[in-house]
């Protein structure tokens, strides 16, 4: 069945950067999004990035526009997402989860609603 891992979290300063990757298996099809999510303390998870796997479009959070990147390596079903200028703020475990989409849907979205395979979550600590 499909699953995800991540992997790629830890201890970073105030200002500097990370790349999360989000290994996946067992999908059946090509008609599926990938979503970024965050719960940081104190407030609600949030999508912050998501890439359409087949039309390769993407989504920012407002949060996070200019400092994320979400890219994909279809060969090796692997997402990565790139933070920069990171803050005492974006501390929080990062989650990756997959969405079926429709075959006539190219975008992906960031509401929790249609993801329903998440990954185990990866920690992530900006602090001095």
């Known amino acids: 069945q499909l699953q995800l891992v991540e992997s790629g979290g830890g201890l970073v300063h105030p200002g500097g950067s990370l790349s999360l990757a989000c290994a996946a298996s067992?999908?059946?099809?090509?008609?599926?999004?990938i979503g970024w999510f965050r719960q940081v303390p104190g407030k609600e998870r949030e999508g912050i990035s998501c890439?359409?796997?087949?039309?390769?479009?993407?989504n920012y959070a407002d949060s996070v526009k200019g400092r994320a990147t979400i890219s994909r390596d279809n060969a090796k079903n692997t997402i990565y997402l790139q933070m920069n200028s990171l803050k005492p703020e974006d501390t929080g475990v990062y989650y990756c989860?997959?969405?079926?989409?429709?075959?006539?849907?190219?975008?992906?979205?960031?509401?929790?609603?249609?993801?329903?395979?998440w990954g185990q979550g990866t920690q992530v600590t900006v602090s001095s």
């Open positions: 890439v359409n796997f087949r039309s390769a479009s993407t």
């Open positions: 067992g999908f059946t099809s090509d008609y599926y999004a």
């Open positions: 989860a997959a969405a079926p989409v429709s075959v006539l849907f190219r975008l992906c979205v960031l509401n929790l609603g249609p993801y329903n395979t």
